[in-house]
């Protein structure tokens, strides 16, 4: 090959090789270009999205974006949900700060606890006695008196408190009673006073011995008081107190007292009853006191020397033991007329001891009434008080029962004598007995062979009956006669379950036209000052806290445990 081919050759290869690179050069330099084109388009894009995204974003979050309400709810809601979510804690429930929330229940449980005291002692309506037999309350009767005085009346206590209580629990029960009755009525006020440190106090009241040392309360409204002393306030063993000089109190009658005082202190013009001695009369003590208790003035009169008290509305001839004269019919008999006037009620209780009084026997029969000869009995198992047929339940006939604040108590008769109406348009029956009763004649009191069954009638018989008599103005004079003195003895009266004393006070104030006002309340004991629950009771709370207070502790415990083994 010839040298200019072969330079021809190599021009060639070397301008083939240079369009060659020429070519490779802008490719690459295409390349480069088309790259930074591509990464511009990208950077572009993702700015444009990056701007895009920033714009979303805060249109969303200016959407999103809640007014002040929602906030503070929200944040209210979290905070709900972060308290809730800390008692759930393992902390709560197991570190320091559990045992200070328990310390803090404790004290506001103690808080709580003090508060209630303190309204309970001033307030004493907000207590409440779960004793069976109410010791620490007031009785219905004591609470309606209370709640209607419409006089001013100070009870002082004549000691100072803190003392007066370190007595015993009764002188507790006792200031627990004053300070309801304070509270019931805007009229009372309660003043402690030391009269041994306040020499000045005693001074105001010189018809009182204060040289003794019993006396415990000084009730007083306006000039008219009253001092009460501890035998008026309680009843204890006098056996004890004789022979040990120590007093063992067994029942208050505090709020009988202090009632009593009030009743007295706040009535005007007492009415006067005069009761008829002279005539070997059974003690009528019980009847003076029952009396005096409701406001009323004794006055005792023998007929033999004295007239009955012109002013007096009511007299009493309580079971004289032998007949009267003549003369003191004829006094009875006077009075009860009232120089035509009338307006005068006699009560006459008979002596079932005393078979014959000819002269009473005339001045009755005038009022349409006879005495039996013989003692009432009865054979009816239901009206049966005790075991003998002479004592029994009676009957009210609607006579002296309209302000009676309890009719379905019954009245008790024991060892009465029958009361007959022989005249029904002057007398009329007031207690009765059952169809089943008789009378057993004094005749035959001593035959063993006497059939009981044939003294029983069928009909009731009268336990006491009422005569009346009325001038032309309609003005009317009253014989009652009972026919047992022992239903109005002070062991019978005592009794709140039988209505005697209540029924003779409302018959009383029938009689002298007065307003019933008159109260009967019975003394407590503590010693039988337990919750008053019957068995049934009893039977119920040991299924309650025996039987299904456990079982559903066991359940509770039993679920609680299954939920959180399945979480």
Same mark, same amino acid.
């Given at each position: ?14 301008? *083939? ?90 004290? $506001? ?44 009346? *100070? ?180 009075? $009860? ?66 302000? $009676?604040?309890? %009719? ?100 009383? %104030? ?17 010693? *039988? ?39």
């Amino acid at each position: 090959m010839s040298i200019d081919n072969k330079n021809k050759e190599i021009n060639e290869n070397v301008q *083939t090789s240079a369009e060659t690179s020429a070519e490779e050069v802008n490719a690459v330099t295409e390349a480069e270009q088309t790259s930074e084109e591509t990464k511009t388009e990208t950077e572009d894009k993702q700015t444009s999205e990056e701007t895009k995204t920033e714009t979303e974003d805060k249109q969303t979050s200016e959407e999103a974006k809640p007014d002040t309400k929602t906030v503070k709810k929200k944040k209210a809601q979290k905070k709900k949900g972060g308290l809730k979510k800390f008692f759930k804690s393992r902390k709560a429930k197991h570190g320091t700060i559990a045992v200070a929330i328990v310390a803090v229940v404790i004290a $506001l449980t103690i808080l709580l606890n003090v508060i209630c005291n303190l309204l309970v002692e001033r307030f004493p309506a907000l207590s409440f006695d779960l004793t069976s037999n109410q010791v620490f309350a007031l009785q219905d009767d004591t609470s309606d008196y209370v709640s209607h005085l419409d006089k001013d009346v *100070t009870i002082y206590v004549l000691a100072d408190e803190d003392s007066f209580v370190a007595n015993g629990k009764y002188f507790v029960q006792a200031e627990k009673f004053l300070n309801s009755m304070e509270d019931l009525s805007e009229h009372i006020k309660i003043k402690y006073v030391d009269v041994s440190k306040n020499p000045t106090f005693t001074s105001n009241y010189n018809n009182i011995d204060w040289s003794i040392s019993t006396h415990v309360f000084l009730v007083e409204c306006g000039e008219e008081y009253r001092v009460l002393d501890i035998k008026d306030c309680f009843e204890y063993d006098e056996e004890s107190y004789y022979y040990y000089g120590t007093m063992d109190i067994t029942s208050s009658t505090v709020e009988q007292a202090i009632v009593t005082a009030m009743l007295n202190v706040t009535t005007d013009n007492k009415i006067v009853v005069d009761i008829i001695s002279g005539n070997s009369e059974q003690d009528s003590t019980s009847i003076k006191e029952l009396l005096e208790n409701n406001a009323y003035q004794t006055n005792e009169v023998n007929l033999t020397t004295s007239d009955l008290d012109e002013d007096a509305k009511v007299a009493f001839l309580f079971a004289p033991s032998v007949d009267l004269d003549a003369p003191a019919i004829e006094k009875l008999e006077k009075w $009860l007329n009232n120089s035509g006037d009338y307006g005068k009620s006699l009560i006459y209780v008979a002596n079932y001891d005393v078979e014959s009084t000819p002269n009473l026997d005339i001045f009755l029969e005038k009022w349409g009434i006879k005495m039996s000869d013989g003692i009432i009995f009865e054979t009816d198992p239901n009206y049966l008080v005790s075991n003998t047929y002479l004592v029994s339940l009676t009957n009210y006939n609607e006579i002296f029962t309209e302000d $009676l604040k309890n %009719n379905s108590i019954p009245v008790i008769s024991s060892y009465a004598r029958g009361v007959e109406v022989t005249d029904t348009e002057l007398a009329t029956p007031v207690l009765t007995t059952s169809n089943s009763a008789g009378i057993l004649p004094y005749s035959e009191k001593s035959n063993t062979e006497w059939d009981y069954r044939s003294a029983i009638t069928g009909d009731p018989l009268n336990v006491a009956a009422m005569g009346t008599q009325a001038n032309t103005d309609s003005v009317e004079s009253n014989v009652v006669v009972f026919g047992s003195f022992e239903m109005f003895s002070n062991s019978i009266m005592s009794y709140n379950s039988y209505n005697n004393s209540a029924f003779l006070v409302n018959a009383v %104030n029938t009689l002298a036209d007065r307003d019933n006002i008159g109260i009967t309340i019975e003394s407590k004991s503590m010693d *039988t000052a337990n919750l008053g629950i019957d068995l049934a009771g009893q039977n119920a709370l040991m299924i309650l806290f025996v039987i299904i207070v456990p079982i559903a502790v066991l359940v509770a415990g039993l679920v609680i445990w299954i939920r959180r083994r399945n979480k």
